[in-house]
């Protein structure tokens, strides 16, 4: 398979409409892909609070419009990296979307785990309850976004559904990157699954971003990375190595301790 990582810039002088249809060209880029895969909250910014409300939309808004016509376009599945998802009913969710070459959507993961201690997104938005996995041809995607990282419970029920690559849109602040890098082989090898860790460039009201995007193979070997600049980063990999290398080293066989569901 062939995963290509949009690392979108995430800057205040770029409007979101300009931006969505910036990056929509972006994933037009990259037909002859099989997968491609955006940041999170790529529209506004992982910590710019304040426009979470304004640019919220719902979630068959424009962003979806726009990232279901791109997918369409190029003939890609597209995890289309996270919005701010305003539910009529409720209150804004971060809300993942992954569309099928065709351009329907395939699953909406709302983020389990918010960031923010009380504050910022902790406060503004609604926590999701649902795993999700998605059907590829080849492979199953387990659909996490940034914080979920640090939460190895989630990825350990990803796997229990049957996830073999697990894709992690975020928007990682550059102070703390060293645990990005760390986290994101972390969930590879203990998951023996593969890892397409896609984060945000630029400053979200005033939070320099990480940047470097990151593809770790079952055995924790990073197969690419990315710079702290806007760019694609693009990765051939084979999806028959995790069972490979589950079958070579069964350590998930030797589990004892089971997943609690996530809380409601």
Known sequence: MRASLIQIAVNEDESVDSRRQRVAALVREQAGADLVVLPELWTTGAFAYEEFGREAEPLEGPTYETMAKAASDAGVWLHAGSIPERDPDGP????????SPSGELAAAYRKIHRFGFDKGE????????DLVTVRLPGTTLGVATCYDLRFPELFRGLVDAGAETLVIPAGWPER??????LLAQARAVENQAFVLACGTA???AGVPQAGHS???????????EAGPDEEVLTVDFDPAKVA??????PALKDRVLGLEPPPR
């Open 122 to 129: 902790a406060v503004l938005m609604g926590a999701g309850r």
């Open 176 to 181: 703390r990157r060293a645990h990005w890098t």
């Open 202 to 204: 630029g400053t979200h």
């Open 214 to 224: 990151i593809v770790v193979d079952p055995w924790g070997e990073v197969l690419a």
């Open 92 to 99: 804004l969710y971060n809300t993942s979307l992954v569309f």
């Open 244 to 249: 490979a290398t589950r079958e070579q080293f």
